[in-house]
């Protein structure tokens, strides 16, 4: 028996809670919102996506503060926090997800190699970001970063309970 895909198992438990979700995108450039549209009638639950690649994107649209861009990088817990709230609150979601990272192949620094990523949930009374260093191509990474969106997502929702975050 083959696996419920996360996009699928993610709809379904949005729509059980009655929750909506919001997407912040950077290095998957629109990767997770097209999985997550790709589920029949999931204009019932998700509510939109900003994909924010450049510096000014991410401070002018989702609101992440020109110190923590300067200070972090794009690429960072810090940053990654302040897109998923950001995007949250731009849309009035119950849910948010973003994802920053550097999908390679060029683009990586000793302490930030290709495939880092940052991806990070914002929910009204709760906060994560998980740290992933993927070691595939470009595609790959992208991939793999959407899927780990998907489960972060999925994981939260199973672990509610039905509550309003």
């Not at 994802?99 to 990523?117: H, N, Q, S």
Request: aromatic share 8%; net charge neutral; with cysteine.
């Amino acid at each position: 028996m083959q696996a419920e895909a996360l996009e699928i198992t993610l709809g379904r438990l949005l729509r059980g809670a009655g929750w909506t979700l919001a997407v912040a995108e950077s290095c998957t450039g629109g990767l997770l919102s097209h999985r997550i549209t790709n589920v029949p009638g999931s204009s019932a639950y998700f509510l939109g996506g900003v994909v924010a690649y450049a510096y000014d994107a991410k401070e002018h649209v989702l609101g992440v503060s020109h110190a923590t861009l300067y200070d972090y990088g794009a690429v960072s817990e810090e940053t990654a926090r302040e897109m998923a709230r950001g995007v949250r609150r731009l849309l009035g979601a119950d849910l948010s997800i973003a994802v920053t990272g550097i999908a390679g192949p060029g683009g990586g620094l000793p302490d930030k190699p290709v495939g880092l990523v940052y991806i990070a949930l914002s929910a009204r009374r709760a906060e994560s970001c998980q740290r992933f260093v993927w070691s595939g191509d470009r595609e790959s990474n992208k991939w793999q970063s959407s899927e780990a969106a998907l489960q972060m997502l999925v994981d939260y929702l199973r672990g509610q309970g039905g509550g309003r975050g």
